[in-house]
Structure formats: structure tokens, C-alpha cells
T-cell receptor, first 114, second 114 residues
Framework: GNSVTQMEGPVTLSEEAFLTINCTYT??????LFWYVQYPGEGLQLLLKATKADDKGSNKGFEATYRKETTSFHLEKGSVQVSDSAVYFC?????????????FGTGTRLTIIP | ETGVTQTPRHLVMGMTNKKSLKCEQH?????MYWYKQSAKKPLELMFV???????ENNSVPSRFSPECPNSSHLFLHLHTLQPEDSALYLC?????????????FGNGTRLTVT
């Protein structure tokens, strides 16, 4: 079956540090990949996505590149802010299926300290 | 008001109570979802509705009963719950079940079963 593995948190960084949250996946075909973010007290919201190999998704200073050769979709940001403190979810979706077949990672909690 | 709205935000109920969670979306979406979010576990899809018809039921116990009276409203009726049902219940919607339309989540209902 399909699966998503994220680095375990919590991750604590100082403001302006470089961020990487690792995500690797296992899939029988060619999935689309997403990062969702959940800020404290809120639901999840889409951060970025990539639908095919070598695509780079980006939003709010975050980037992730779809790497087929390493089956990875690591999330990066060059300089984090306190407002980036949240839980980040890596999500996989197979091309021939709908949203009812999304595969979520367990989430990585990120805390940025001033 | 825009987005996905869930009420109540917090709910404490005894094991013999009957209560309902409500979700309303103002986005004109055609698909709606209930998810259960528990600590250190991936998001669990409970129910999916597309054009008001139930699409997926992931072997959810019968003490959870969904209702989708129209494309804008989704309910989760609860009765005789167990303490392990305590969790954050998230409602989401998407433009369609298929395609690349992302999920839009509400802020959730934090349920505590005593």
C-alpha cells in the first residue's frame, strides 16, 4: 500500500534558522504530493504541492521538490519566523483516485523560538 | 462568512449522551469530509460525501452517524461514545472529489468523552 513517513518531531529552532522537514513516500504509481500546515487552534490548510517528478512547490518562503529517484518531498525554508510554529503534514494522493484516498503523514510539530 | 465553520469548538460529553457536531461550508464545494485527529496518529478519514451522497465509510463504529442534508452542511451525530473517541474532529470540503482540488478544513471540534 501507499505510505508517507515524516521525520519525528518536535523540532525546535531559533528564529532565522534554516528548516528542513524530511518526507519520504512509498507508492505503487506516480502520486501528487502536498504539504499541509496546521497552526495552533486551527484546521489544516494547503501550504504547497507538486504533481509530477522534479516539480517544485513553493509558498510563503517554503519550498519542496518532488524527487522520484529518492521518493522524497522534503520541506525547506531558508529563514524561519516565530509565526511558522505549527504542525506540518506531508500528504500523498494517487493520480487515479480522489481525495477519499489521501495518505497523511503523522505530522511534524515545529516550534520557533525568538 | 467564508470558509469552513465547525460548531461547537469544544464539547464534553458523557458516555450515555447524544450530541451532534455541525459543519458548514460557504465555498460552493461539492465534497465534504469528516476526519478524526488523535495525538501521534495520522489523520483518519471517517466519512466522505460527494454531491450529498456518501462515498466512503472506513469501518467507523455505528456510534458515529453522519448526515449531509445538502452540499453546504454536514453533521456528525454521536451517541454512547467511549473515552477513546476523545479527539479533534475536523470537517473539510473540496471543490470536487477528484482532480487536484485541495481540502479546506474547519478549525475542528475538540471532543472529550468522560
Amino acid at each position: 500500500g501507499n505510505s508517507v513517513t515524516q521525520m519525528e518531531g518536535p523540532v525546535t529552532l531559533s528564529e532565522e534558522a534554516f528548516l528542513t522537514i524530511n518526507c519520504t513516500y512509498t507508492a505503487t504509481g506516480y502520486p501528487s504530493l502536498f504539504w499541509y500546515v496546521q497552526y495552533p487552534g486551527e484546521g489544516l490548510q494547503l501550504l504547497l504541492k507538486a504533481t509530477k517528478a522534479d516539480d517544485k512547490g513553493s509558498n510563503k518562503g517554503f519550498e519542496a521538490t518532488y524527487r522520484k529517484e529518492t521518493t522524497s518531498f522534503h520541506l525547506e525554508k531558508g529563514s524561519v519566523q516565530v509565526s511558522d510554529s505549527a504542525v506540518y503534514f506531508c500528504v500523498l494522493k494517487m493520480a487515479n483516485f480522489g481525495n477519499e484516498k489521501l495518505t497523511f503523514g503523522t505530522g511534524t510539530r515545529l516550534t520557533i523560538i525568538p | 462568512e467564508t470558509g469552513v465553520t465547525q460548531t461547537p469548538r469544544h464539547l464534553v460529553m458523557g458516555m450515555t449522551n447524544k450530541k451532534s457536531l455541525k459543519c458548514e461550508q460557504h465555498l460552493g464545494h461539492n465534497a465534504m469530509y469528516w476526519y478524526k485527529q488523535s495525538a501521534k496518529k495520522p489523520l483518519e478519514l471517517m466519512f466522505v460525501y460527494s454531491l450529498e451522497e456518501r462515498v466512503e465509510n472506513n469501518s467507523v463504529p455505528s456510534r458515529f452517524s453522519p448526515e449531509c442534508p445538502n452540499s453546504s452542511h454536514l453533521f456528525l451525530h454521536l451517541h454512547t461514545l467511549q473515552p477513546e473517541d476523545s479527539a479533534l474532529y475536523l470537517c473539510a470540503s473540496s471543490q470536487a472529489l477528484r482532480g487536484d482540488s485541495p481540502l479546506h478544513f474547519g478549525n475542528g471540534t475538540r471532543l472529550t468523552v468522560t
